[in-house]
């Protein structure tokens, strides 16, 4: 069983700097690529940034220039460091740990902390 424990989200005004981290645990085996997704009211879950086992990065186009994905291989653990938060930012973050085993993909969630960013 793999858990997957994000850190508290909270409430910061526009243009002010939020951090989440993220503790994968338990029976993890060929970890590949591990990130941040989201969810606002209304739509569908979208990608905000990932980094895989060979440290390659990957960010939404909303998100670049501002928010910094960084992973600790040997701990498990991804970060998301955004800066210059504003209200469209606002919306529930996922961590998601992918595993490549056997020829099989499987995917990992976290519960979900909510960001909010005040106008």
């Known amino acids: 069983q793999v858990q997957l424990v994000e850190s508290r989200g909270g409430l910061v005004q526009a243009g002010g700097s939020l951090s989440l981290s993220c503790a994968a645990s338990?029976?993890?085996?060929?970890?590949?690529?591990m990130g941040w997704y989201r969810q606002a009211p209304g739509n569908q879950r979208e990608l905000v940034a990932t980094v895989t086992s060979s440290g390659q990065t990957n960010y939404a186009d909303s998100v670049k220039g501002r928010f910094t994905i960084d992973r600790d291989y040997a701990k498990n653990r991804v970060y998301l460091q955004m800066n210059s938060l504003k209200a469209e930012d606002t919306a529930i973050y996922y961590c998601?740990?992918?595993?490549?085993?056997?020829?099989?993909?499987?995917?990992?969630w976290g519960q979900g902390t909510q960001v909010t960013v005040s106008a």
């Open positions: 998601n740990l992918e595993t490549y085993a056997g020829g099989r993909t499987s995917n990992y």
């Open positions: 338990g029976s993890i085996f060929s970890p590949n690529a």
